[in-house]
């Protein structure tokens, strides 16, 4: 007894005392789903590489990238970035510019020769990919990864479809499809061109394949009947995209007409300006609003001096002059002939009034039914006939080129799964789930940052070439514009929830997230959940 | 990658920072910090005083290289951290009384002086209570002297371990057992209170602050300010309490941060009596945005909103803004 006087007890740390044991609620990390995510259409874990790319580690970002679309460089010029309308950060400033870090990423991979990973051993099963579009290509990709053995027949004499033909090289210049396509081929992927499959049936059995995606596009321009002069030139909008890229330069006059309203009809009417037309006009029979083609591709448009005629349909097409009639919307939002005409200049008029299916290969399919001239597919992307599935312009979605990767990427993992080769249940495109709304981040701790704009060509040098009109982020530009990312629902390693815990229950472990809750003391008071910029942990209730 | 990119995804208020070298993460980022005030301690969820006390210890205990003794005033900190026999104190700690912190701590800066461990530091703390009223004379007798000590105050605005009193602190309107929200002015008086920060500033002493939990790195930037100092200073640290303001535990920094971003907790230090810097407010909010989840001031918020006590408040608020030089220009 050499206590102190009134001191009976030895001195003992307050850690004896588990306040864990008050606890009702406790934090759980998660991983949300961000906005980007899911809305890309080609399934792209947009985040991931976001956050690998904040440190500059850009392989490993374009590494993360490729496990989902091998074709970055492709997707930085030509995506319609959906991601970027979701992006939650608009609601901040504006949005994260996710485009234009993946073709940052893409021109680094292509400038430094990063290669696709190695397939996995191969599982002796053979699949044949009807036509190299990018739907096409990107299963054959993803197949090939599985250890499938894939041949690609392409009727065409180059593989690409609509990236190589649809799109003008002043978008997407040919040497970075190129790059990108060898690239995909060199992982074992065998490309027979020229080769048009007549019979489905017949082309399975002479390379005994156990499965069939059909990925044939849509190229057929579709047809309208419209009264037209002996000398009036009238052209299909694809036909002419596709003579232009393969170098030719028609004559087109000075003043030209584009009939329609979408994607294409902006192309080609870009196009015109480029061959010389001073007067190119796109006439659409409804108003902006209704307008199909991308409000991006029709700024540029309009930057270039191409001019609209809303609310319009052709009437006739004459030597040297269009007719055209004026069109009001009724109370359903259709558009109403009026009968009042006008006549404007045209040289050349181009259709572009959308693309249909060649049913001539898919009608000897047996059991594959066609509605709406679109092939039906299951969930699954099988058709009618077993072991035959089809995606990309072919099927009833919405068409761009990222859908068409989105379908590729869907359907290998189902002909994967279809095949037995023990994947395991097929990935789902869009991950399940609410994604990550604003009002779940802690938006306090970003600090404002406005978005870093593209370099542009300046106007007068863009309709005088076909140069590539979008340049492309350096390195300072597109570290920064990664670094804008909220990382919506992810743990991005902010130290906050660390910081802020009155009980220091949060550790720093090595495994998972890098934090851990220590339920011996975590008093559940939510502190680290209110404070999470990333809304990246919850509260759930404890299990008594 | 390129060093040219000054912008680094989380903006500088997070406590860490994964792109940032550590030496510019806080000390709170630190598996290693030192915890001076450890697990098991029995304050409230969500306490905010629990958290202030750590951020401040843990800072000086840096600044100091681990050469620091605390002394305790009577208080919530006091009795959540020490029941007898247990501590939660990983540094020397000492308590007396309610009212004498200030004096035991100059007692202790100067046996210290007198057996020539001027490497050893003396930090005296206590809550709003034992400083603003209890303890004032002490600590005003500690500034006069300009004792080495640094006196730190958690202001939760009231006697929060006795169970929720008003003090010198309390800010007008709010309710509290003693200033309840009945009769024709509900809560507590307007023209009462003490000023204790710019009362430290009268002292004409070498370093106040204010800083609040919602600020890590502009606290702990303060406290190592005071800590490279000698003589007495002052930190006061505004700690919002879940119990006593009838605020959910998990908005203890958010409703700091409504205060600093209001006006009404204004965040600045002076030397030698004059004000040296501030920190800008970064979004305005109204009085009403700080004061709206807060339960103490529900009586304002009743079927119709009390909008002749509310501007009152806000003209306080407003009346820092422009004191303090709160809102130049635009600030991000």
């Keep these: ?544 | 990658m390129s060093e040219g990119v000054k912008f680094y995804q989380i903006g500088s208020r997070a406590v860490g920072n994964r792109l940032l070298d550590e030496s510019l993460r806080t000390g709170q980022a630190s598996p290693d910090r030192q915890n001076t005030l450890n697990s098991g301690h029995r304050a409230c969820q969500g306490c905010g005083e629990a958290l202030g006390a750590r951020y401040v210890v843990d800072a000086a205990f840096r600044a100091a290289k681990g050469k620091l003794i605390a002394v305790n005033g009577t208080g919530c900190l006091e009795v959540f951290s020490t029941p007898y026999p247990e501590s939660s104190w990983q540094l020397p700690w000492l308590h007396s009384l309610f009212a004498n912190a200030a004096s035991v701590a100059s007692g202790v800066a100067a046996a210290l002086k007198a057996t020539g461990r001027d490497d050893i530091r003396v930090l005296a703390q206590g809550g709003d209570g034992a400083t603003v009223d209890i303890g004032l004379a002490a600590v005003s007798g500690m500034f006069e002297r300009n004792d080495d000590v640094l006196y730190v105050c958690y202001d939760n605005q009231a006697y929060m371990n006795t169970g929720v009193q008003r003090s010198g602190a309390t800010p007008p309107a709010a309710r509290t057992a003693t200033t309840e929200a009945v009769g024709p002015r509900p809560g507590n008086l307007f023209g009462a209170g003490k000023d204790m920060p710019r009362i430290a500033m009268a002292h004409e002493i070498s370093y106040v602050a204010t800083a609040t939990v919602a600020e890590l790195h502009d606290l702990e930037a303060k406290v190592e300010k005071a800590m490279s100092l000698r003589g007495a200073r002052y930190l006061h640290v505004l700690v919002p309490c879940p119990l006593g303001w009838g605020s959910a535990p998990a908005d203890t920094i958010r409703l700091a941060r409504l205060a600093q971003r209001s006006g009404l907790f204004p965040v600045y230090e002076a030397e030698n009596g004059e004000v040296t810097s501030t920190l800008p407010i970064r979004g305005q909010v109204p009085v009403e945005d700080y004061l709206r989840p807060q339960k103490r001031f529900a009586h304002l918020f009743g079927d119709r909103p009390d909008t002749e006590v509310l501007s009152r408040l806000q003209l306080l608020a407003d009346r820092n803004i422009a004191r303090f030089g709160l809102l130049p220009e635009e600030v991000h």
């Excluded at chain 1, 052209?235 to 393969?246: F, G, I, P, R, Y």
């Design chain 1, 1 to 544: 007894m050499d206590k102190p006087f009134a001191i009976t007890l030895d001195v003992r740390s307050s850690l004896a005392n588990h306040t864990g044991s008050w606890r009702s609620e406790r934090p759980v990390y998660v991983d949300g789903l961000p906005p980007c995510n899911h809305a890309c259409p080609a399934g792209e874990q947009i985040q991931g590489w976001l956050y690998s790319a904040e440190d500059g580690s850009y392989e490993t970002a374009w590494r993360r990238l490729v496990a989902d679309n091998p074709f970055p460089a492709v997707m930085g010029r030509v995506c319609y970035h959906p991601c970027e309308t979701a992006c939650n950060r608009a609601q901040l400033d504006s949005a994260v510019g996710i485009n234009s870090v993946e073709r940052f990423l893409g021109d680094e991979a292509i400038r430094q020769g990063w290669q696709l990973p190695a397939a996995r051993p191969a599982t002796g099963k053979r699949v044949l990919v009807v036509g190299a579009g990018p739907a096409g290509l990107s299963a054959a990709y993803h197949l090939r990864q599985r250890g499938h053995a894939v041949e690609v027949h392409e009727a065409g004499s180059k593989p690409g479809g609509m990236m190589r033909f649809g799109i003008p090289t002043f978008r997407l210049p040919r040497d970075v499809l190129d790059s990108e396509i060898d690239r995909l081929l060199a992982t074992g992927i065998t490309l027979q061109l020229d080769t048009r499959v007549n019979d489905l049936t017949q082309s399975m059995q002479q390379g005994s394949f156990d499965a069939v995606f059909l990925a044939v596009g849509a190229q057929l321009g579709h047809r309208a009947y419209i009264p037209a002069g002996q000398a009036a030139q009238v052209l299909d909008a694809l036909s002419l995209l596709s003579t232009v890229s393969d170098g030719e330069r028609p004559q087109l006059g000075r003043a030209v007409v584009v009939y329609g309203g979408g994607n294409t009809a902006m192309d080609a009417a870009r196009t015109a300006r480029r061959l010389g037309a001073d007067d190119a006009v796109v006439v659409y029979r409804r108003t902006q609003a209704q307008m199909p083609a991308n409000q991006v591709e029709l700024d540029e448009a309009l930057d270039e001096g191409v001019r609209v005629r809303w609310l319009r349909t052709i009437v006739e097409i004459g030597d040297g002059v269009t007719t055209l009639e004026k069109m009001r919307l009724d109370a359903d939002g259709v558009p109403q002939p009026t009968g009042e005409l006008e006549q404007i200049t045209s040289e050349t008029v181009v259709l572009a009034l959308g693309q249909d299916v060649d049913r001539s290969l898919l009608d000897t399919v047996p059991g594959l039914s066609i509605a709406d001239g679109v092939v039906q597919v299951d969930d699954t992307m099988m058709t009618g006939c077993p072991g035959v599935f089809a995606g990309g312009d072919v099927v009833p979605a919405q068409r761009s080129v990222t859908v068409g990767i989105g379908h590729g990427r869907t359907a290998a993992q189902h002909i994967d799964s279809w095949l037995g080769s023990g994947s395991g249940p097929p990935a789902p495109l869009v991950d399940l789930g609410m994604p990550v709304e604003f009002g779940q981040l802690n938006a306090w701790y970003f600090s404002d940052a406005p978005h870093a704009v593209r370099p542009r060509l300046e106007v007068a040098r863009r309709v005088s070439d076909f140069g590539e009109v979008v340049g492309g982020l350096d390195v300072d530009t597109a570290v920064y514009e990664a670094r804008r990312c909220l990382s919506c629902g992810n743990c991005f390693g902010c130290d906050n929830c660390f910081g802020v815990c009155p009980d220091n229950a949060v550790l720093k472990v090595e495994t998972g997230h890098g934090y851990a809750i220590d339920l011996d003391y975590c008093k559940g008071c939510g502190l680290c959940v209110a404070e999470c910029p990333s809304g990246a942990i919850v509260m759930e209730p404890e299990q008594t």
